[in-house]
């Protein structure tokens, strides 16, 4: 089972990103997917979760109206589009993939938004 995450860096606030996570080695559109986020010495927490047919989706308050997810159950991937970056969305994003009691993650990409 693997989970990559691609597409995080720098960028500068008010900017955009599109995170993109990879995954293999499971029945990818069988599970549900979500993005987290841990900021250096704060707990990992919630951003954006996806059902498995993508026809349900759920974000935290902070993101609502600047995040979306989404996934390509034919490229078995997921997405997490963020636009008006700001400092404190800097954090590693991971992707994760649950069904029932299962559950992966993946390592995580590093997003940093500073000018």
């Known amino acids: 089972v693997q989970l990559v995450e691609s597409g995080g860096g720098l960028v500068q606030p008010g900017g955009s990103l599109r995170l993109s996570c990879a995954a293999s080695?499971?029945?990818?559109?069988?599970?549900?997917m979500s993005w987290y986020r841990q900021a250096p010495g704060k707990e990992r927490e919630l951003v954006a979760s996806?059902?498995?047919?993508?026809?349900?989706?759920n974000y935290a308050d902070s993101m609502k109206g600047r995040f979306t997810i989404s996934r390509d159950n034919a490229k078995n991937t997921v997405y997490l589009q963020m636009n008006s970056l700001k400092p404190e969305d800097t954090a590693v994003y991971s992707c994760?993939?649950?069904?029932?009691?299962?559950?992966?993650w993946g390592q995580g990409t590093q997003v940093t938004v500073s000018s």
């Open positions: 994760s993939a649950q069904r029932r009691t299962t559950l992966y």
């Open positions: 080695g499971f029945t990818f559109s069988s599970y549900g």
């Open positions: 996806i059902s498995s047919t993508g026809g349900s989706t």
